[in-house]
Structures are given as structure tokens and as C-alpha cells.
């Protein structure tokens, strides 16, 4: 796989997508899922220029990370046991995963620094998918003012796996508008201005509906047996 040539395709329908949408390039943020592929393969992902690597277990992450070390900014895009946040606290950048109070305690107790969280909802209501409800999510976010070490940069949400293009929309222009109703409150602790939405299946809707973070796996690294 050439992964530099994946890197370049990538990047191309990420600047198109901008470019559709009025929108500029360094507005948006790609993380090369790397949880299904190995070491080397992740390396190769920093080597063709991302710096931003996301992995869903906390063993996947600390081994990619005693290779890799901080040559990468690495994000947590998995559901996180409270358990296994003292695991990954100390290598992360960010958490794209935050939905519920227990793990928001965890981690203002084990983050030495104030860490980036995105909430994750549950946009499309899939019974497959963790997240909150859309109603619950502004009064989530403000009880969050209670643990200092969090802050929270945007909302995430994963779409259904379809091809319904206009179902697609509307999942990331709620997230989008759930956004900014938060914005609106500003809170100190909950700027908001993050949209972690889009994979490799959708990333160029999800830009264009206003996608600040997009988590793309196999159009950049593909995915090899575990």
C-alpha cells in the first residue's frame, strides 16, 4: 500500500470539499485511524506527513506509542473505560469519546493538564452506537464546569454506514447546529467550536456540512488482519 499516495488523494478531495464549501484547507484536522493496522504501517502514516493518529483501545495506543512516541499528537476515538484512562492519560492530546459523568471524574482525576474532550452524541440514534441523546447533551456539557481539567472542544458523532447521501447530511448538520447551541451558552470551560464527524466512507459530506476533525482509516492506511 502507498500510503503517501493515499496521503495526497486524501488531501486533494479534503481541499475540493473546502473549496465547495467556501471553506479553507487548515480549518480541517485529519487523523489517520490507525487501530487496524501495525506499528509500521502508522509509522509510515507520520513519515507521509500525519501527525495525528487515532486509536479506539488503550493497549492498541500505548504500543503504537512506545514505537512512535510524541512524533505523533494521539486521540482517543473509542469508547473509554473509566478503568483505562490512567492508561492512555499521559500519551493523549485528545478524547473524542466523552459521554458520561463517571469518565469525565476519571479523567480530571488522572490528567496532570487541562485535556481536549469532544462529547460524543448519538446523532442518529443507532442502538449500536455509545453517545448521548441530542436533548441531554447541553446539561452534560454544563455540569462539566464541576472538573477543571477538562475542556471541551467540540461534539463528535459517528454516522450511520450508508449511502443515503441526504441521511448523512442531516446526521452531521444536527451535530452542527447542536454545536452551536452550545457555543451560544459560552462557557469557559466548553468553547465548542469542534465537529469531530466523517469517516472514510463520508469525510468529504462531513466538511462540507462543517466537519473540523475527520477520523479516515482505510482511504489512508487501509486495515490488515490483528
Given at each position: ?61 500505548q ?9 505523533a ?6 469508547s ?131 466537519a473540523?476533525h ?13
Amino acid at each position: 500500500m502507498d500510503i503517501k499516495k493515499n496521503v495526497e488523494t486524501v488531501t486533494d478531495e479534503i481541499q475540493k470539499a473546502c473549496e465547495r464549501s467556501g471553506r479553507e484547507f487548515s480549518e480541517v484536522t485529519v487523523i489517520a485511524v490507525t487501530k487496524y493496522v501495525s506499528i509500521e504501517r502508522a509509522q509510515e502514516a507520520v513519515n507521509a506527513g500525519i501527525i495525528h493518529l487515532g486509536e479506539n483501545r488503550a493497549e492498541g495506543l500505548q504500543e503504537k506509542y512506545n514505537s512512535i512516541g510524541p512524533k505523533a499528537k494521539w486521540h482517543f476515538i473509542g469508547s473509554l473505560q473509566s478503568r483505562k484512562v490512567k492508561n492512555v492519560i499521559d500519551t493523549i492530546t485528545t478524547i473524542h469519546s466523552l459521554d458520561r459523568l463517571s469518565l469525565a471524574k476519571e479523567i480530571h482525576k488522572r490528567a496532570k493538564q487541562k485535556i481536549s474532550c469532544f462529547v460524543q452524541v448519538n446523532v442518529s440514534g443507532e442502538e449500536s452506537k455509545h453517545g448521548l441523546p441530542p436533548d441531554e447533551v447541553l446539561t452534560f456539557i454544563e455540569r462539566l464546569s464541576d472538573y477543571d481539567n477538562i475542556v471541551v472542544e467540540g461534539l463528535m458523532t459517528m454516522a450511520p454506514h450508508i449511502e443515503d447521501e441526504e441521511r448523512l447530511r442531516t446526521t452531521f448538520r444536527k451535530l452542527r447546529e447542536l454545536k452551536e447551541e452550545v457555543e451560544q451558552k459560552n462557557w469557559a470551560h466548553a468553547p465548542c467550536h469542534g465537529l469531530s464527524m466523517g469517516m472514510s466512507n463520508d469525510f468529504q459530506i462531513a466538511i462540507e456540512e462543517g466537519a473540523t476533525h475527520v477520523r479516515i482509516g482505510s482511504k489512508l492506511v487501509g486495515r490488515e488482519d490483528q
